[in-house]
C-alpha cells in the first residue's frame, strides 16, 4: 500500500488503485498494511518457508519492491517474479508452495486476476488458498498457519 493510502478507507484505497494513479502504483513507495511484518514472521517462526511474488516483471522494478521488504522489516523469504511470457500461475506452478495468500484483485478485476483461480486444476489439491479483500491486510488471518482453512 501506498504512503498516500495509509490514512485512507479500503474503499477508497481501491478506488484510487482502480483509477491506476501513477503515484498509487509507485512500488517504492509502498507500506505494509497493518501487523502484517509481525504476522509473516510469526508464521516464519513455525518453521513457514515464505515466498513473495511481485507482480512486476522488469528488474528495477522488482528490486524496488526488494528493497521495501527490507525497509520495513520483512522476514526473509524467497523473492520470485514472472520472467519471460510467465503468468503468475506458472510460478506458482513452479514454486509449489503450501500456501498462497492473495488478495481478491477487486479494483484489477476480480478473480481472473488472481492467481489460485488459474492454477491447473491437478495442482490446486496440493495447494491451500487463502483469499483477502485487497488493501484488508492479514492482520485478521490466524496466528497459526495450520489453523489457515484449506
Known amino acids: 500500500m501506498n504512503e498516500k493510502l495509509v490514512l485512507r478507507s479500503r474503499e477508497e484505497r481501491v478506488k484510487l488503485s482502480r483509477e491506476r494513479d501513477p503515484e498509487i502504483l509507485d512500488s517504492s513507495r509502498q507500506v505494509p498494511i497493518g501487523d502484517a511484518v509481525s504476522k509473516l514472521q510469526r508464521w516464519k517462526d513455525e518453521g513457514v518457508e515464505l515466498v513473495y511474488l511481485s507482480a512486476h516483471r522488469k528488474r528495477e522494478n522488482t528490486a524496488k519492491v526488494s528493497s521495501i521488504l527490507e525497509k520495513y522489516g520483512f522476514p526473509k523469504g524467497l523473492f520470485v517474479f514472472r ?35 488459474r492454477i491447473k486444476l491437478p495442482l490446486k489439491s496440493r495447494i491451500r488458498s487463502v483469499v483477502v479483500r485487497e488493501f484488508e491486510g492479514i492482520d485478521h488471518l490466524p496466528e497459526s498457519v495450520d489453523k489457515l482453512g484449506k
Request: charged share 35%; proline share 6%.
Open 83 to 117: 520472467q519471460g511470457t510467465e503468468q503468475y500461475e506458472n510460478v506458482a506452478e513452479r514454486i509449489m508452495p503450501d500456501v498462497i495468500v492473495e488478495d481478491d484483485c477487486e479494483s484489477i478485476g476480480g478473480e481472473k486476476e488472481m492467481v489460485y483461480p
